[in-house]
């Protein structure tokens, strides 16, 4: 009877283990319908909301954190409240700028995993993360603790362990205080050589053996948190290499753009961003050598999701499309027409992207119609780090007005037969198109076209002025 009971509870345990483990498979099957099916369609940019935190705009009064962190350097009074009220400064720019999300999906999770990073570290309750609008994929700590994640970072890497590495690899720069011993540094006539050369080379050295020590610590706060901390020397390469190249040919194949009109390489380098560029390719070494002692001293396991995957693949997914909102914002169109193209090679039907290819290549041609190009490209020349992007940015400067404006118009015609009554960017990139090559008049139905179906757009007072003026 007894052998008979244990027999019973055995197949029901074994029925109960197989019932969650096929809901705990319908559920992540659920999950990733439901995250695929998110961005399938659309996707609504994030709106800024919020407060901007007090410390960075009230005057400074008294001692800041910074004094505090760093009255047991040695440094005299007058440096370190040189450095703290620069640091204040730079830091006040940059969140009054517009520049940082508040009340955003990504900061909390984000905030997350630094929690699981620095707690038990003396310092760990100074640091405050914040996510950025800034589309380079990097992240910065400064002495008071403030860490700021770009999107552009969020938009790049695989896996929350390879961001809690990014983030550790910053915690450690603040725990041995490296912003403020390198602001130190170069206070320091005996550091400064005869030779330019011998200037880059005491940097360089310096910085990487920075580097080095920050990325020793980050695997020890990895290996202790339970990431795979491995996955450092991966992120490394991520934030150096972008991982869309030879997307050109979508570019070309998608605007039908010959490859015979394509910039050779030689021509194309004189639009990438040439210092970036250099140090992009100087790095490779240092590089090289950080992923080997990471490779070498790394613990490999299967922690690569510790908060939550599902969390990290969705704020993966609307940093892209941010990424290509805030290439917008800044003029950029070039880098906002690519990573368009390329994301849209995931999400073919989404109406954002066809929305952001029509008004990255009106906005093109008007810059080339009013002669303009040339400066365009070089305001935004730090951006065009990969061949891709400068053989795109060298075609569009080369590009004669005529042909750049007849790819506008196939696009567009064709975008807004199909999304036009549905899409606000198309519906009001076909008025604007139709006024600069038609006149105001020709474009009248177009903007009558808009005011009937997006009674609440953005841009109805304009149109509402095109057709009464």
């Not at 047991?72 to 703290?84: A, P, Q, T, V």
């Not at 896996?159 to 590495?165: H, M």
């Not at 994301?343 to 810059?367: A, D, M, R, T, W």
């Not at 005011?451 to 509402?464: D, S, W």
Request: aromatic share 12%; glycine share 4%; proline share 3%.
């Amino acid at each position: 009877m007894k052998n008979k009971k244990l027999t019973i509870s055995k197949l029901f345990y074994f029925f109960y283990l197989n019932l969650r483990l096929k809901f705990a498979l319908f559920a992540c099957l659920l999950s990733c319908t439901v995250l695929s099916a998110q961005f399938e369609t659309d996707y609504t940019p994030i709106e800024i909301s919020g407060e901007i935190p007090p410390r960075f705009y009230h005057s400074l009064k008294g001692k800041t954190q910074i004094d505090i962190v760093l009255e047991d350097e040695g440094m005299s009074r007058r440096n370190r409240k040189d450095f703290s009220t620069k640091t204040s400064f730079t830091l006040r720019e940059i969140f009054l700028s517009g520049s940082i999300y508040y009340n955003d999906p990504c900061t909390p999770y984000v905030r997350e995993v630094t929690k699981k990073l620095t707690a038990g570290l003396p310092n760990g309750e100074n640091v405050s993360v914040f996510v950025s609008r800034f589309v380079s994929p990097n992240a910065a700590i400064w002495q008071d603790g403030t860490l700021i994640v770009n999107i552009g970072l969020l938009a790049r890497l695989e896996n929350e362990a390879q961001l809690a590495f990014v983030i550790a690899h910053e915690i450690s720069h603040y725990e041995s205080k490296h912003p403020f011993l390198k602001y130190v540094r170069k206070q320091k006539p005996a550091n400064i050589q005869k030779r330019a050369l011998d200037n880059l080379k005491a940097n360089v050295a310096y910085t990487q053996q920075n580097e080095i020590e920050a990325d020793a610590f980050a695997l020890e706060l990895l290996n202790r948190a339970g990431y795979d901390s491995r996955v450092g020397a991966r992120a490394i390469e991520l934030m150096m290499n972008d991982e869309t190249a030879g997307g050109i040919k979508d570019v070309g194949a998608l605007l039908d753009i010959p490859g015979t009109d394509w910039c050779a390489d030689l021509e194309a380098r004189m639009y990438m961003g040439q210092e970036r560029h250099e140090a992009h390719h100087f790095a490779r070494a240092m590089l090289q050598q950080r992923r080997a002692k990471i490779d070498m001293d790394g613990t490999s396991n299967e922690g690569l999701f510790l908060v939550s995957e599902s969390d990290f693949a969705r704020i993966s997914s609307m940093a892209k499309f941010e990424v290509i909102e805030n290439h917008s914002l800044e003029a950029d169109y070039v880098s906002a027409l690519y990573q368009s193209i390329m994301l849209q090679k995931i999400y073919p039907e989404n109406q954002y992207l066809q929305g952001k290819i029509v008004e990255s290549l009106f906005q093109l041609y008007l810059y080339k119609k009013r002669d303009e190009m040339r400066r365009l490209l070089e305001t935004n020349q730090e951006n065009y780090l990969t061949t891709d992007l400068s053989r795109l940015s060298c075609f569009m400067n080369k590009v004669d007005e005529s042909t750049l404006k007849r790819i506008t118009a196939i696009y567009l015609k064709r975008q807004y037969e199909r999304y036009g009554s549905e899409q606000e960017t198309i519906a009001i990139t076909a008025a604007k198109y139709t006024k600069l090559v038609s006149g105001r008049a020709a474009a009248k139905e177009h903007f009558e076209h808009y005011i009937k179906h997006f009674p609440y757009g953005k841009h109805y007072l304009y149109a509402e002025q095109m057709i009464n003026d």
